[in-house]
């Protein structure tokens, strides 16, 4: 395969403050829901990158049924937890993609293949606020990278099939990104709030 999948269902916090964490179901205490948290770029999981980085996660809104309460520690007293309010916005994993190949190393031109890169990881940085980062916007960047198709050359791939003895086979690394970026644009484009983050 050319990446690897799968749906972990983590929560994404942007809140008022600015505040972002991959969250986990925990557990609940009296009527206040419990999260463990690992920050989304220093902890577990969702700072966890491939080789060549390219970690595609789709996020869809989540409205927590009871409110909301963080831990980092050990300690789930009151004292310890963090209370989020109406102001702060979550959004729930609905999709994870982890890209196996270089996905840049096809391009031949190197102003191309920076460019390219640099606008993929700033225009879908998890730091921005989702509306920032909608399908819209990942619909753009996949039209713009479907025109440095003729710029990209074929290699053998990074992988090997299991049959024939582990053989490598041909792959155009640039125009697999676009086919997985293509289905992923059709599957969530009409989810309301999705967005795209790159890391």
């Known amino acids: 395969m050319y990446g690897q999948v799968h749906c972990a269902g983590n929560l994404y916090l942007s809140g008022h403050r600015g505040r972002q964490f991959g969250m986990k179901s925990d557990c609940s205490h009296e009527n206040i829901h419990i999260a463990c948290a690992d920050s989304l770029f220093g902890g ?48 729930q994993e609905a999709f994870v993609w ?58 053998d791939s990074a992988q090997r099939l299991e049959r024939d003895g582990m053989t490598a086979y041909r792959l155009n690394a640039l125009l697999a990104f676009c086919v997985q970026l293509e289905w992923i644009h059709d599957i969530f484009k009409d989810v309301p709030g999705a967005s795209v983050s790159v890391q």
């Open 98 to 155: 982890h890209a196996l190949e270089d996905v840049w190393g096809s391009i031949v031109n190197s102003e191309v293949r920076q460019t390219l890169s640099e606008r993929l990881r700033n225009d879908f940085q998890p730091s921005l606020p989702p509306l920032e980062r909608g399908l819209q916007k990942l619909r753009r960047f996949l039209d713009d990278a479907r025109l440095a198709l003729p710029e990209a050359e074929w290699s």
């Open 44 to 91: 577990r999981g969702l700072a966890q990158e491939t080789p060549f980085g390219a970690r595609i996660t789709v996020w869809r809104p989540y409205s927590p049924v009871k409110s909301l309460a963080l831990h980092q520690q050990p300690d789930t007293t009151k004292a310890a937890l963090t209370l989020f309010g109406p102001d702060d916005i979550f959004q």
